[in-house]
């Protein structure tokens, strides 16, 4: 009997702290909601206050601007006359200081004494052999003078064949240099070579391996090439007053 009593007290024990249990996560669960609810209040509010900012900004603005319109003295009244500073000033006399040298090398360029001068030392030049030529051949530039050899990437031309090269970008001397603006006249300078030789490069190996796949694969490659020989580096100095 004892026992039973005791087996019930302690059941009513355990039922007791079963429903604090239950009780206090119903009120945590309720607290939870509670303060969820009061968040999402909280950013409708500011929400609704960010709108009527911006509404409230609108409206002065359109305000701001339907008062310029209709006096547009207001619009002259609010500008600014000041003289300029010291810098600025400045700034204006560097920059016409530049222009008036960009101005004098155009006229120096145009110069007939200068010119002149250009055509005697591409003269001496002439003569003395002393004459180098920049070329645009195959996506590269080539610089030379005459009797030198150079290897290009192959072209339409046979053995022997005396070809005109057209896309020359500078020609110099030792006193003197004519750049293009990008190439120079083809009736300022002739430029001719002769193919002496076409052949392939040296052997390139090329290997390929996928590891754990039992791929391997071994290839050669030997690119075509052209050998030039330069033959005249031609200059017209009559023509460089007409090409300027």
Avoid: W
């Avoid at 945590?28 to 709108?51: E, T």
């Avoid at 193919?195 to 391996?209: M, P």
Wanted: glycine share 6%; charged share 25%; net charge positive.
């Amino acid at each position: 009997m004892a026992a039973r009593v005791l087996r019930c007290v302690n059941l009513v024990k355990v039922g007791g702290t079963i429903i604090r249990s239950a009780q206090r996560k119903n009120t945590l669960q309720g607290l939870c909601s509670n303060v969820q609810k009061v968040q999402g209040i909280r950013a409708n509010l500011l929400v609704n206050n960010n709108i009527m900012k911006n509404s409230l900004k609108n409206f002065s603005v359109t305000a701001a601007a339907q008062q310029m319109m209709t006096d547009p003295l207001n619009m002259i009244q609010n500008v600014d006359i000041r003289s300029p500073s010291s810098s600025s000033a400045s700034s204006l006399s560097e920059a016409g200081a530049e222009d008036e040298d960009d101005q004098n090398c155009i006229s120096a360029i145009y110069n007939p004494e200068v010119i002149s001068k250009v055509e005697k030392e591409a003269t001496e030049g002439i003569k003395s052999g002393k004459v180098f030529a920049v070329v645009h051949l195959g996506g590269r530039q080539f610089k030379f003078t005459v009797n030198d050899t150079i290897t290009i990437f192959k072209i339409p031309a046979e053995l022997g064949e005396r070809i005109k090269l057209e896309k020359i970008l500078l020609v110099g001397g030792e006193n003197f240099s004519i750049i293009g603006r990008p190439l120079l006249n083809k009736e300022l300078v002739t430029v001719e070579a002769t193919v002496i030789e076409k052949t392939k490069t040296s052997k390139v190996i090329v290997f390929k391996k996928k590891r754990r796949k039992g791929y391997k694969r071994t290839q050669g490659h030997r690119q075509d090439i052209t050998v030039l020989r330069i033959n005249s580096i031609n200059i017209n100095p009559s023509n460089l007053s007409s090409s300027v």
